[in-house]
């Protein structure tokens, strides 16, 4: 498949006795978002550290358009093209939202210091943090700080953007808008995995989904066939619901 | 025009001052200006850096003894070979560079306050090589492990008072090139978060690694003049806790992670260093009561302080400020 762009293949991690992550594997498409869904602990963002270089995994090959990633050290991950944000917000606390946004673009793309910070006003106006420029991340609310993680992921230029539940945390209110922001993403070309629990988001802005349960992957396919799968509804409900 | 005035208003005050202070001895000032201000400027260097590590790097190293003590016994020893002490001085900050690389890989895979502890015993360590190993020289004697600087005749109190305004003068201008710097901003992105400075591209260990290795550098350079001032050096003062003592308080006091905090905190220091010297061990006590009240007003230091004050717009208004959070953190 020349379209996938990001190939994962036998994929284990054990931390002791418990296996995280058992021989997962997949595909994802260029240009695609897809969602990644399961319970709690199915071990989503585990998938997400390895495949980002915070861990090694124990077995299985990571491929990034067709290079072998495998065991690489986060930040050259970055550097290839892989963005990630985080659940909880982790923000530089002590920095502006311009700073983290430019401290992101001049190492994840490697440029220099003003050519960085003339490329941050763009990033915080895609992701509405304009008005925020000189607000250090640490007086931020935690709606505005999941923007910029958007940001400041986006500030290295990925083909490949993991967003950890961008929704967690968001109203009812503020839903539509990180949806806007994140299909405005994909329009520019950059390929999404969305990890979510809000179904509204899966229906919504995914093509396609895949479902976890304890450390493997359960079913994938497009939205609407997933989420009346019956082992799905297992997973999530219990076997007699 | 203005702008570009205003841009470089702080490097020319900082040439002003310079020039000052490097003709002052000249000047016919009382004979303890130049000591004072001598002692101003090495404190000054080692607080600069200290800052850079504990302030902007996230690295609360407390080892700075051991590059004080590596550089001076490096600048004693090869005055002991015939080679001249200035020669020493930078060949003494490269030993403590050199120093710092080697020890890096393995005292940076502990991170916050177990690097600190980590750092704390490496002076010790080298205390004792010092104690016991003579690389030149006869054999112990009476005084111990301790060594003359050579080579010293002919050198005047002005010549080491210039050598120690040169290298406080140089810790300035690089530490206001770093923070101006990509490498400024991704120490701060470290400091403020690795795992996020990880995944943001940066190279940590490698970044970290530049900080330490400069910081080591200018350390041991002051060190190494100091010494070349005194001396004399022994394992007990040389790779002495009071380094790392008189480091942290010149750049708590003045306010850790602000630029002009090492300035501020150096001057109080020297004056403490003085002052003080007549109550010989309750000098000590006395810092430390300083410190702590020090911590209690301005828990961000004294330039810290001044940037809130001036944030909030007078003193007044942050006081005011300051007690409506308290009201609403009740409330809370």
């Keep these: 498949m020349d379209e996938s762009i990001l190939s994962i293949s036998g994929i284990s991690k054990r931390f002791g006795g418990l296996a995280a992550l058992h021989d997962v594997s997949f595909d994802l498409q260029a240009g695609q978002i897809m969602g990644l869904m399961g319970p709690n602990g199915a071990g989503k963002t585990t998938l997400v550290n390895v495949v980002c270089g915070f861990y090694k995994p124990d077995s299985g090959t990571i ?50 210091k003003s050519a960085a910070e003339n490329a941050a006003p763009d990033v915080l106006r895609t992701t509405d943090l304009s008005d925020k420029k000189d607000v250090l991340a640490r007086d931020m609310s935690t709606i505005t700080l999941k923007r910029l993680e958007v940001a400041r992921a986006l500030a290295s230029h990925p083909t490949l953007l993991l967003v950890d539940e961008p929704a967690a945390g968001l109203t009812e209110a503020e839903l539509p808008r ?33 479902v976890m349960h304890q450390g493997e992957t359960l079913v994938s396919g497009r939205p609407d066939e997933v989420m009346n799968d019956t082992k799905v509804v297992e997973c999530y409900l219990g076997e007699y619901a | 025009m203005q702008n570009t005035v205003r841009r470089y208003m702080p490097l020319i005050s900082l040439g002003v001052v310079t020039i000052v202070l490097a003709v002052l001895p000249k000047m016919g000032v009382p004979r303890v200006w130049p000591l004072y201000l001598f002692h101003f400027f090495v404190f000054l260097a080692m607080a600069n850096m200290w800052n850079l590590l504990a302030g902007y790097s996230g690295l609360l190293a407390l080892c700075p003894a051991a590059f004080i003590g590596l550089a001076a016994y490096t600048m004693t020893i090869l005055t002991w070979v015939d080679v001249p002490f200035y020669v020493g001085i930078i060949a003494g900050g490269a030993a403590a560079a050199l120093f710092a690389a080697i020890i890096s ?48 005749a002919g050198v005047t109190m002005e010549h080491t008072y210039w050598l120690g305004l040169a290298i406080g003068v140089a810790s300035v201008i690089v530490m206001g090139i770093i923070l101006r710097s990509k490498l400024g901003l991704g120490l701060a992105a470290i400091r403020d978060n690795d795992a996020t400075a990880a ?22 350079v002051a060190g190494a003049i100091f010494y070349s001032y005194q001396g004399y050096i022994e394992p007990s003062a040389g790779f002495n806790i009071k380094w790392l003592m008189m480091a942290l308080l010149a750049t708590v006091i003045g306010g850790k992670g602000i630029e002009g905090g090492p300035l501020v905190g150096a001057i109080i220091v020297v004056i403490f260093h003085f002052q003080l010297a007549r109550y010989g061990e309750l000098n000590l006590l006395i810092q430390g009561i300083v410190l702590v009240i020090i911590m209690l007003a301005a828990p961000q230091g004294i330039m810290g302080l001044v940037r809130d004050v001036r944030k909030a717009g007078g003193l007044g208004a942050l006081l005011r400020s300051a007690s409506r959070g308290r009201i609403r953190a009740r409330q809370l």
């Design chain 1, 63 to 112: 491929r990034f358009e067709g290079r072998d990633i495998t065991g690489l050290p986060a930040h050259k991950i970055c550097r290839l093209g892989i963005a990630r944000t985080y659940q909880i917000p982790q923000p530089f606390g002590d920095l502006t939202a311009l700073q983290n946004v430019a401290v992101a673009a001049m190492y994840g793309r490697g440029i220099g």
């Design chain 1, 178 to 210: 990180m949806l806007e922001i994140l299909e405005s993403i994909r329009q520019t070309g950059t390929t999404i995995l969305l990890i979510e629990h809000v179904m509204k988001v899966m229906r919504e802005a995914v093509d396609t989904i895949l």
């Design chain 2, 105 to 152: 890989p393995s005292v940076f895979r502990m991170k916050g306050v177990y690097f600190a502890i980590g750092t704390l015993v490496v002076p010790e360590i080298l205390r004792l090589v010092f104690l016991r190993w003579r690389p030149v020289g006869g054999e112990l004697h009476g005084g111990g492990a301790g060594y003359m600087v050579k080579g010293m």
């Design chain 2, 199 to 220: 995944s943001s591209g940066i190279d940590v260990f490698r970044l970290k690694l530049y900080s330490f290795v400069i910081a080591a550098f200018i350390m041991g």
